[in-house]
């Protein structure tokens, strides 16, 4: 009842002074993250639909980056959470479940989303920073907000 009469406050305070969701910005490091998790979840969604032919060895490959990256993923919970809770989301699985979804959906469009993924996941765990890879996936990525600052 406390939580309902809380988000019922922030929603009555946003309303008067016309600002909605979509009129929250990503600040640098929240952008940062966003592009991180996007580029872990697109090689997740990747092992999980690509395990045959050439691209068998993609779960182990996907494994491999997590692995090695997991000091990235995990510094960006908390500007993806700080990120959302503004927004007034529901929270970080229910946003990374939908980024999922989109890109399952998309990767149907993309010829050769499997080879091309397979690429990206090779040169993934290599790479220093996962949010340097964005241009190597088979699914682009969108930005989700404007940046804080910019008009």
Known sequence: MIRQLAICAVSAALFTQGVTAADVC?????????QTRFVETQLRVAAQQCQSGKNIDLPDLYLSFVLEKRPYLAQAEEPLNNYLERKGDAGLKSYLAGMADRVSLESARVTGFCTKSRLAAEVAVKSADPAKLLSLLPVTYERPAILCGNS
């Open 26 to 34: 990503m600040r640098p490091d929240e952008l940062a993250a966003d």
